[in-house]
C-alpha cells in the first residue's frame, strides 16, 4: 500500500472529484451525491478510473447512485483494478452500493460525511473493508442542503416515504 503522504495525496484527490460530482448534479437538481473510484495498484500513480454522481432525478432512474454511477462510467474492469482501488463518495454508502462494493470486492472506501446519513459501514467493515470517514463539512453542508429544499426526493432516494 502507499505511505501515509501518498495516501492523503490520493484521498485529496480522488473526494475532490468526488465533491465535484456531488456539486455537479446539485445544480442540474439532483441528489448531491459524487463519487470516483481511484485505481492505485501495480506501482503506478493513482488515477481515476470512474466518476460519477446521483442520476436519479435526471435519469429518472432507480439505481444510479453516486457510486454505481462512477462504477458505470468506469466500465468494464479486470478484477485486480477493482481489487486495487479505492470508492470516494460524498454520503455513506446505501446496500445497493456497498452491495457493489463488496461484489468487485473494492477494499478501502472513503466517505465525506455520514452524518446526514449513514449506510452500511458496518455491512463493510464485516466483510474486511477499510472504511474512512472524514466528517467533511463541505459534504455535509451541501447535502443538509439539498434535504431541506427536497425532503421527498431525499426520501425516495433512499427508499424512505416520508422520513420514517
Avoid at 449506510?119 to 439539498?146: P, S
Amino acid at each position: 500500500m502507499a505511505s501515509k503522504s501518498q495516501l492523503a495525496d490520493m484521498d485529496r484527490m480522488g473526494m475532490s472529484v468526488a465533491y465535484a460530482k456531488a456539486k455537479k448534479s446539485y445544480d442540474e437538481g439532483g441528489v448531491p451525491i459524487g463519487a470516483a473510484l481511484v485505481h492505485h495498484g501495480s506501482g503506478d500513480e493513482p488515477r481515476v478510473v470512474g466518476a460519477g454522481h446521483n442520476e436519479r432525478i435526471q435519469k429518472q432512474s432507480p439505481i444510479l447512485h453516486g457510486e454505481t454511477s462512477a462504477l458505470e462510467n468506469a466500465g468494464r474492469l479486470k478484477p485486480d483494478v477493482y481489487r486495487n482501488s479505492t470508492m470516494y463518495t460524498t454520503l455513506s454508502p446505501c446496500s445497493m452500493c456497498s452491495g457493489a462494493i463488496l461484489l468487485y470486492k473494492i477494499p478501502r472506501v472513503v466517505i465525506g460525511e455520514n452524518a446526514n446519513f449513514k449506510g452500511e459501514e458496518d455491512l463493510l467493515r464485516n466483510h474486511g473493508v477499510e472504511v474512512v470517514v472524514l466528517d467533511d463539512d463541505k459534504c455535509k453542508t451541501l447535502m443538509a442542503q439539498y434535504i431541506q429544499e427536497k425532503p421527498e426526493d431525499w426520501y425516495e432516494d433512499i427508499g424512505e416515504e416520508d422520513g420514517q
